[in-house]
């Protein structure tokens, strides 16, 4: 049996413990499709696979159980999945049927956002399509999540880039009937950014995460919603050296700096990646050029919207597994 | 006298009203819905027809537009104070019937409530020309029906929207006017006669309802939050706050503000006191003012049915049932 591994592994295909059997990767960016994809999936799981689907932390599908001669076939069959999920949002594919095109950039994920949230700031499926029709195919590995609020459920501060939606509350005091749901919630579940004062509330803008708790608790609509933006986190990651959390690079930017942000690191990571090694997170290519290097290649050509800050330095937490003194 | 209006004649007619009068209507601001991608339906100035939102009922009531939600009644400094200017232009509202009902329930507490009339509210109200929506449907929360709010008479004009023209029925005031941008056509306003929902309000309550287990329920179920009451067109009570400028303490102004007998601190009293502190008992309160002691004094029920307070409550509280069940459990009693 000839399998060329580096081939199949682009292509969405793991090696996996089983001699001569595979398991197909299916990208959901921003984990919402429509159900009619599903039949082909169960399809191919039935017939090819073993009956069975893996709903990956990315929320994507994995298919069980593949023969690896039945690749070619298989890729012929998720035409339309391409088709749909990619190439609709603007992915350049240049061949359907050729199966993914690439698979180191991994499926861009997104919390259910304002589809269905009441939290949410946005449509994080809709940014997330963006984002994929940016950044896919790419075989550099990096991982972006989108969360439509600073709760983050889909946990971009374990990712690469994770992108909140922030929004700005704009505050009409003849509306204001001072019942202080939002000073009090904002205590309790948020940063403490308003205050009481002369039977009005006050916000302080830089404590104010632009989560939206605000608009949400007034009763009176005193609290509406401004303009809509985004923090972005970087560089949180899992893994077997040093997993750590992401920080804040960005805050209220807006939707193009966003995506400039993002593309311009993939000019960052092709310039600075070791070559020499079979693959390196761009997590580690930071650590090795520091931050100030990726600040400002991340920000070449960007012109940041008025509103927007940028992190002057950074001081990622997290640790190293074999300095673990404390394991006795 | 009826007429009828196209809606560019319609438009012009506004137009010209505009001169002498803001004009306020349910109006779709876009994206101040509270959550995010989503339309606030309320009241706000408008200018032609198209503005104008037949289709939906405003999450806010009317009322704002004659009581201010926070409202400077004067201003002092160490020895002396004054009112601000009064410059109120004269207004038009476009409302249902039921909402004519509940300003008229606004009135009798600010007007015909002891001696002595507000002269805030007075100096707005005297002002206000109701421009009648009719509302043959309704919405899936309204009750009207039952509350006897479903019919008005007191307007100055009524309209019905068709789908390329406007019905008028107006008051002599506004015959010229309507004269000038359209013609004279028979109009009958219509009503709406059947709601979805209907109520059936507590002719006695008994004193055992004051105990009953159907206010605990509320305890949990509800939230405090107040969207009830700030969304209630009939819903009058405010609070007073003395500000002391922060640049200068010796001078500030007196504002009244809405308060809410849902929301804590509504009952506060000096030495640290409150009442109701349970929130089934606030819910008791307030039904019984709506549906029952303000009849008592004032020989109408205070709530029209309009059904916004179903609406907005983020835990599904829906009055109209809280009116079924007092009246049944007072029946019982």
């Known amino acids: 049996m000839d399998v060329n591994t580096k081939k199949i592994i682009k292509n969405a295909w793991r090696v996996t413990k089983e001699r001569g059997v595979t398991c197909l990767r299916i990208r959901v960016p921003g984990g919402h499709l429509e159900v009619k994809y599903l039949d082909l999936l169960k399809e191919i799981a039935e017939k090819y696979g073993n009956g ?26 998720l035409a339309p999945v391409i088709q749909g999920l990619e190439m609709e949002l603007g992915v350049p594919v240049t061949d359907e049927t050729a199966g993914y095109p690439a698979a180191g950039t991994r499926n861009v994920a997104a919390c259910i956002g304002n589809r269905v949230c009441p939290f949410a700031n946005f449509d994080t499926t809709k940014l997330a399509g963006k984002v994929e029709a940016l950044i896919y195919p790419n075989d550099f590995h990096v991982k972006i999540a989108i969360s439509g609020c600073p709760n983050d459920c889909i946990k971009g501060h374990l990712h690469d880039i994770g992108v909140m939606g922030m929004v700005e509350p704009v505050y009409n005091q003849q509306r204001c009937i001072g019942c202080q749901a939002c000073v009090k919630n904002c205590r309790q579940v948020s940063t403490g950014a308003l205050s009481f004062v002369n039977y009005k509330v006050r916000r302080d803008p830089l404590r104010c995460t632009g989560c939206g708790e605000c608009v949400l608790k007034c009763p009176a609509a005193a609290w509406t919603r401004g303009k809509q933006s985004y923090r972005l986190v970087i560089m949180g990651r899992t893994g077997k050296k040093n997993p750590r959390l992401a920080r804040p690079f960005l805050e209220w930017a807006d939707e193009t700096v966003v995506l400039q942000v993002i593309k311009n690191m993939y000019a960052y990571i092709d310039r600075h990646i070791d070559r020499s090694l079979p693959k390196e997170h761009v997590g580690y290519i930071v650590d090795r050029t520091g931050y100030p290097v990726f600040r400002e290649e991340a920000l070449a050509g960007v012109t940041l919207n008025p509103e927007a800050r940028v992190a002057a330095w950074m001081d990622w937490s997290g640790y190293r597994y074999e300095r673990t003194s404390n394991m006795v | ?60 009531s009317p009322k704002e537009i004659l009581l201010p939600i926070s409202q400077t009644l004067f201003y002092f400094t160490e020895e002396a104070y004054r009112e601000p200017q009064q410059q109120q232009r004269p207004v038009i509202i476009f409302l249902r019937p039921c909402d004519v009902h509940a300003v008229k329930r606004l009135d009798q507490i600010y007007l015909h409530n002891g001696d002595q009339a507000d002269p805030y509210y007075r100096e707005r109200r005297e002002k206000v020309k109701f421009f009648v929506m009719e509302c043959t449907e309704g919405f899936d929360s309204c009750f009207c029906v039952s509350m006897g709010t479903n019919r008005t008479g007191e307007y100055a004009v009524f309209l019905r929207l068709e789908a390329d023209r406007v019905l008028c029925d107006a008051r002599p005031e506004f015959t010229p006017a309507l004269a000038a941008y359209g013609r004279e056509a028979p109009f009958t306003p219509a009503f709406i006669e059947q709601n979805k929902i209907s109520v059936k309000t507590p002719e006695k309550i008994a004193p055992a309802v004051y105990g009953h287990p159907l206010w605990s329920e509320y305890d949990s179920r509800c939230i405090a939050c107040g969207r009830c009451n700030v969304c209630c067109p009939t819903c009058t009570c405010f609070t007073m706050q003395d500000i002391f400028y922060e640049d200068n303490p010796r001078c500030g102004e007196r504002r009244r503000v809405w308060a809410g007998c849902m929301i804590d601190g509504f009952t506060d009293l000096a030495g640290g006191h409150s009442f109701r502190n349970k929130y089934g008992e606030r819910m008791r309160f307030k039904a019984l003012h709506k549906v029952y002691d303000f009849k008592k004094r004032f020989g109408d029920h205070m709530c029209v049915g309009c059904g916004r307070c179903d609406d907005v409550c983020p835990e599904y509280i829906s009055f109209s049932r809280i009116i079924n069940r007092l009246a049944e459990v007072s029946d019982d009693e």
């Open chain 1, 52 to 77: 069975t689907v893996h709903l990956t932390t990315r929320q994507g599908f994995e298919i069980p159980g593949i023969q690896m001669n039945k690749i070619d076939e298989i890729n012929q069959m």
């Open chain 2, 1 to 60: 006298m009826g007429f009828a209006l196209t809606t560019e004649q319609f438009d012009a007619f506004l137009a010209g009203l505009a001169r002498d009068y803001d004009i306020y209507a349910p109006k779709r601001l876009a994206g101040k819905g509270a959550f995010s991608g989503t339309d606030l339906i309320a009241y706000a100035p408008v200018q032609s027809l198209a503005e104008i939102v037949f289709d939906r009922k405003t999450f806010y």
